[in-house]
């Protein structure tokens, strides 16, 4: 489940909050002191952190410089201090929103809803998920039943053009052009090699492959198994 990390010093207000977010389904995990959610966040996966700018250890705003230098985790501030100024640092920090206390819980579980959603959705802009093949665009990554490939960049590239044009027929100068470039020195040659790695890495039998079908005289078509 996905984990928020709230930090907030005040007991009674964060056991109101978190009792609220919970009965909508967030799990939340709790902190007093800035510097005891930033040691958690170092080894586990926070989707959210919910931040209040007065603390006891390090203020919010501190915080937020030391967390960007590192992660890119959405952050939402809850702040007494509602000041311009104040709400202008804070999205100058790399802040997604900030809620003036006293916050209405309806406008922050809304608001929660909001930045999840448009994250999840970049998310997946980044992922190409075929059965058990994951390839990770922002990371230049690809996995096959979650082991992580062992790629070159040409194969990565010919990997995602593949997936991405699941069950068409591409032709052989198209998948050239596309990896290597029309002004390419490399010959037409180095296509059937790279297809000839590619297939070592993803097929069960690379001499009777699958995925990547060869449709003699014309090109290649991947197939999702």
């Keep these: 489940m996905d984990t928020i990390v709230f930090i907030e010093d005040q007991i009674e207000l964060a056991e109101l909050i978190i009792a609220f977010l919970n009965k909508k389904g967030f799990s939340l995990c709790h902190f007093v002191n800035a510097a005891s959610a930033y040691t958690w966040i170092e080894t586990h996966e926070a989707s959210l952190i919910l931040l209040d700018i007065m603390l006891p250890d390090m203020d919010g705003f501190a915080f937020m410089k030391k967390l960007r230098h590192q992660f890119d985790i959405p ?46 959705h970049i998310a997946h802009q980044n992922q190409i998920i075929s059965n058990d093949i994951k390839i990770d665009i922002a990371a230049h990554i690809a996995y096959l039943k979650d082991q992580r490939l062992d790629l ?63 449709v003699w005289g014309v090109g290649y078509r991947y197939e999702k198994i």
């Design 75 to 120: 952050v939402i501030i809850m702040s007494a201090r509602s000041e311009k100024s104040d709400q202008l640092l804070g999205f100058e920090l790399g802040a997604d929103d900030y809620i003036p206390k006293p916050v209405d819980p309806d406008i922050l579980c809304a608001k929660i809803h909001a930045i999840k959603a448009r994250t999840t």
């Design 152 to 214: 070159n960049a040409k194969e990565f590239e010919l990997l995602t053009l593949f997936v991405k044009n699941e069950g068409r027929i591409l032709q052989k100068e198209y998948l050239f052009n596309e990896i290597w470039g029309m002004d390419s020195e490399s010959e037409n040659q180095t296509l059937t090699v790279h297809v000839k790695m590619l297939r070592s890495k993803i097929e069960e039998d690379p001499r009777k492959p699958k995925r990547i079908i060869t």
